[in-house]
């Protein structure tokens, strides 16, 4: 059981840095970028140096399987660890720890079970209704509503997807893992099993924020747990006998945590998980909350600084040659080009700043979409 849990728990750290390294633009400069581009770029060069094609060629098969297709090993694993976490940790706390506790009481439990249904109908909610997807009965009105950001840079007007048969609305994206078109295009999320977008962004932002408070709460809950139970049990006091000497010694800390850890490993195992899980999903809240109130979505960040880095090195590029032309023909042809380069960077898609309320507001006017009335839509056509 205990290596399960640390197994879980590994997989689960892996997991939460793997999913907020993904948020992190390779192209940033630091300690974020460095890692990023370590795990998605230089790692698997590596890997594929040292195993050889084949060997490498079944790791690309399981992570395109894991990443690119749509499979619901994820939503089993949260479906396991949520629920299986929450019940271990109330009933448990509850029928042995919580009730006997001089910090925590009977209450924690109830706030606790409130917070933990609210989580899971917020991840019900969010695998429910979907993203915004755009098809050729819809295509106009998408079209029409994002019409003000076409800036013929990043996104081009009239530009079709050649694979639904559509014209791309602006800040739409065409989802290779679920084969459609999404409007205002988020990224496509494993946990849900499916992309977020324009209409289901304000179910995945509900979900990420309770879960986040729920870990918060499950570790702010937990630490005070074990801080009853050293009280209790008067730990700080508490006295050995050195095996070899026969003395009789004051505890010290790590003898204190390695008998917690001998009696609650479980529980502790829990808190550790929601001390990791509540760190990454509380970044990952503020993230968002960030985002919403600059109107703008993760990927549209990751497009904006990729063409930064475009528009950056092309103006090097052409000032270096500019330094070293020679006829007044070479000078005018290059000057042209950068007058054009630093004109598409002016039009490119900035962040405008809107405020969070504002941004929250626009987030959850958005109607809500169902698979029935995608269908009814294909149905008429037919
Ligand atoms: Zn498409
Ligand atoms: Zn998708």
């Known amino acids: 059981m205990l290596y399960l ?15 907020l390294l993904v948020c992190v633009d390779p192209n940033s400069p630091g300690f974020l970028g460095d890692m990023n581009r ?6 698997p060069e590596t890997i594929k140096k040292i ?49 006997n ?33 755009i098809t050729k009965e819809n295509n106009q009105e998408y079209v029409k509503e994002f019409k003000e950001y076409y800036d013929n840079v990043v996104y081009l ?32 999320c494993v946990w849900i099993k499916q992309c977020v977008g324009q209409k289901n962004y304000k179910y995945f932002v509900k979900f990420i924020i309770l879960h986040a408070m729920l870990c918060d709460y499950g570790a702010y809950l937990g630490f005070r747990c074990i801080w009853g139970i050293i009280v209790k049990e008067n730990l700080f006091e508490a006295k050995i006998k050195d095996p070899y000497t026969g003395q009789t010694l004051k505890a010290s800390w790590s003898i204190i945590i390695m008998h917690l850890l001998s009696k609650n490993s ?58 070293d032309a020679k006829t007044q023909e070479e000078i005018k042809e290059l000057s042209d080009k950068l007058e054009k380069i630093k004109s598409c960077k002016n039009r490119t898609i900035s962040a405008k700043s809107i405020g969070i309320w504002k941004g929250l507001k626009q987030v959850y006017n958005q109607p809500d979409e169902l ?3 995608i269908k009814i839509n294909n149905k008429k056509k037919q």
């Open 371 to 373: 698979d029935q009335k």
């Open 38 to 43: 370590f795990v998605f770029f230089t790692l």
């Open 266 to 323: 479980i529980f502790i195992f829990l808190i550790i998980m929601c001390i990791i899980m509540g760190i990454s999903l509380t970044c990952f809240s503020i993230y968002h909350l960030y985002m919403i109130g600059k109107d703008t979505t993760s990927n549209e960040r990751m497009k904006r600084s990729e063409f930064l880095k475009f528009f950056q090195e092309e103006t090097s590029r052409i000032e270096k040659s500019l330094k």
């Open 157 to 188: 007007k009239d530009n079709q997807c050649s694979t639904c048969n559509i014209i791309k609305p602006a800040r739409s994206k065409h989802c290779r893992v679920c084969n459609v078109c999404v409007s205002k295009f988020d990224h496509h």
């Open 101 to 133: 506790n001089p910090f925590v009481s009977h209450v924690d439990t109830v706030i606790g079970s409130i917070m933990a249904i609210l989580s899971f109908y917020s991840f019900f909610q969010a695998c429910k209704y979907r993203p915004g997807i």
């Open 51 to 99: 195993c050889g094609d084949k060997i490498f060629g079944v790791f690309k098969i399981g992570i395109k399987y894991f990443f690119f297709t749509n499979h619901p090993i994820v939503q089993i694993f949260y479906v396991i660890v949520a629920m299986g976490g929450y019940l271990i940790y109330f009933f448990f706390g509850c029928f042995t720890l919580f009730g």
């Open 5 to 19: 849990a640390i197994l879980i728990l590994l997989l689960l750290l892996v997991g939460a840095s793997l999913y």
